[in-house]
């Protein structure tokens, strides 16, 4: 384990999500996968993954915890999240974040194990708005905290984030396209996380995570070598052969265990010689066509 992933993770799945018409916010699909998978994506390998909310599927093993009472505000979530976490480092998220990365985590995490003097880091979005549910924190701090506003306030029900937060030292770490920290909290940025990810420059990437997500694989894959694959056995065999070779690709890989790009060369090379062939057989054909249009020798007359 590397010294970036001796870490927990807190996702917060509550709230009434009053903006929402009280939907079943982290259920909600954006690119085909529902909101807490795609921040469960972001964390892979947090040593253990807290769902605090009411129980609902999950795309892996993660622990479901309840505050005390349901419903109780994101302090209580925050608390009964912590008590099953044993981490130096808690990561914490919201369930509504369509766009987090894992190297977006890997950059909280760093900042906060860079920052001895400090309590953590989080998320500051473009307008230089902090964002707490996008954080990496001591956990020490944290329960140090909670338990003095416990002691202050006797109880935690109802109370914000910042009743907590105010007082730590958190390091800043910049989400200068605000992209990371985006959160959906209406239909209108439902609706726009699901516009952006059919953009041209991010349709194709989102399209291989869901579709790696869904078939439970984890393989990187060259995007860009496997569609010139797709285009060369296109052009230099038949049309239906690109989507057969991809998938043979795809094939030899799983049941192989081989290296993806060392695969997709081959193919790429099989498919440039059968190219080469049909281009040699064409200026062949044509040659001989046209030593055909002149004739040949004349006959001689008798």
Known sequence: MSEHTDYDAIVLAGGAA??????????LSVGGRPLLDRVLAACP???????????RPAARTVVQALEDPPGGGPLAALDAGLRHTTAPTVLVLSADLPFLTVATVRSLLEAAAHTAARDGALLQDASGRDQPLVAAYRAAALRRELARVRAERGTLTGLPLRAVLTVLQLERVPDAASTASFDCDTWEDINAARARIREHGHVLDEWITAVKAELGIELDV???ALLDLARDAAHGVARPAAPLTTFLIGYAAGQQGRDVKELTDRAAALANRWAAEAAEAAES???AGAGGATGGEAKPTE
């Open 45 to 55: 390998d947090a040593a253990t993954t807290v769902v605090v909310g009411p129980g």
């Open 18 to 27: 009053r903006r929402l018409g009280g939907a079943d916010k982290p259920a």
């Open 285 to 287: 054909t044509g040659a």
């Open 222 to 224: 060259d995007t860009a």
